[in-house]
């Protein structure tokens, strides 16, 4: 054997020589199931991983094989691959190059999705009756999901930009793995126990199916079925449906959708406000001028204006009805208003302007709204936010 030293690009050239020298390689097909399907959109090319329950190989199809596919393929799907082994040279990847594709049946994971699925349906845990509406009005909403992912921080800027004076609770948990399910059945427990939670967002963000297999647990789906709160399901990308879905009240197709649907928007309902003051106001002047017209048509009319002396005593009845008459549109008309300016004042405390005109504040730090004594520290520099501006202060 020779000692010379061979660099590592030689090693694995020669390897793949004899990969693909091999005619049993050259032309083989294999089944598995998919698992990590991306497909580059830009060059066409398939990347994904075929794998049974004892192994798995990494494989790719370059465009030209990819378009010849008559379907879409997708996690989770048994397929037959027929192509050629080699590796790759740059990093040495031992990797199957697939040339064709065609199904054979469901893969084990979509299997078993579907058998839980049309378990859960057939006890009714999908059925429209047993969803209840969202409040229109949460004041206060726990969010269950993974403290260090893209979705918690989605989530929490939505919300408080739609409505700041709304309170989150967030219930930080693993989102897939092997605790993932226990975190969050103890989160949905510890959150049935308060009193005072609005509504709940549970979810992720997108991954592959494996990754968000732990929301298609069935001991999940029966905790979210019995819970006393609203719950919306918010897991992965549009395109992504897990058995929390289907059980939940409502199905979010992404993280920040679930907030944009939590919450309205503090601008919209307070223009919807102003609009539906004025819109009374013109309705009640309107009103108030036609019955005032009216009155005057009568007064003015000839029976009025011109009586016969022979009804002289008609007359003075019809007098009294119309002095009667315009009593009671002039009551009418104060009640209307008395009934107007409770509505106006009543709307008028709902707003956020009104709270913090009794002497609340809203206290920022680096433009984000304080909401804890534990995220300030000593020489931060805040704003202090009034009805009539703003106030610079310093923590001592």
């Known amino acids: 054997m020779s000692n010379t030293a061979i660099t590592v690009k030689q090693l694995n050239f020669y390897v793949k020589s004899l990969l693909e020298g091999d005619v049993k390689l050259a ?3 294999v089944t ?41 393929p997708k996690d989770g799907m048994k397929v037959i691959l027929r192509g050629r082994v080699s590796i790759y040279e740059k990093d040495g990847q031992y990797q199957f190059y697939a040339e064709s594709m065609t199904v054979d049946g469901l893969g084990d994971i979509a299997v078993l999705f579907e058998q839980i699925k049309e378990k859960l349906a057939k006890e009714g845990l999908f059925d429209l009756e047993s969803k209840r509406p969202l409040p229109a009005f949460p004041s206060r909403i726990a969010v269950i999901t993974s403290a ?3 979705a918690v921080q989605d989530i929490l800027n939505i919300l408080n930009r739609r409505n700041p004076l709304c309170e989150v609770v967030l219930c930080p948990v693993s989102v897939q793995g092997e605790l993932a399910v226990p975190e969050m059945l103890n989160a949905l427990d510890d959150v049935y126990s308060l009193s005072n939670i609005d509504l709940i967002i549970i979810g992720r963000g997108g991954g592959s199916i494996e990754d968000l297999w732990a929301f298609n647990d069935e001991k999940l789906a029966r905790k979210i079925y019995e819970s006393p709160i609203p719950v919306i399901s918010a897991v992965g990308h549009e395109t992504d449906f897990t058995i929390c879905d289907f059980v939940a009240d409502l199905r ?41 017209e009216r009155l005057d048509r009568l007064l003015n009319s000839r029976v009025f204006l011109s009586p016969d002396i022979l009804f002289r005593e008609k ?39 009104k709270i913090m005109a009794r002497g609340y504040s809203v206290v920022q730090n680096k433009n984000k709204t304080v909401t804890s004594v534990k995220n300030l520290s000593v020489n931060d520099e805040v704003d202090l936010i009034f009805t009539d501006g703003k106030a610079k202060a310093k923590i001592i």
Request: glycine content about 4%.
């Open 27 to 29: 032309n083989i097909c």
């Open 32 to 72: 598995g199931e998919i698992s990590n399907f991306k497909n580059h959109y830009s060059s066409g090319h398939w990347y994904f991983t075929l794998k049974d329950a004892d192994a798995a190989i990494r494989c790719v199809m370059f465009r030209g094989s990819a378009i010849k596919v008559k379907f879409e």
């Open 148 to 150: 260090t992912g893209a």
């Open 252 to 292: 979010a197709p992404t993280p920040s959708a679930a907030a944009e649907i939590a919450v309205r928007d503090f601008g919209e309902i307070s223009s919807v406000i102003e609009t539906s003051k004025e819109m009374l106001k013109k309705a009640l002047i309107s009103r108030y001028n036609l019955e005032e």
């Open 315 to 353: 007359i003075i009845t019809l007098d009294r009805y119309a002095e009667k008459l315009k009593l009671l549109i002039e009551k009418a008309l104060g009640e209307k208003r008395s009934q107007f300016e409770k509505c106006v004042a009543s709307i008028d405390a709902m707003s956020p302007l």
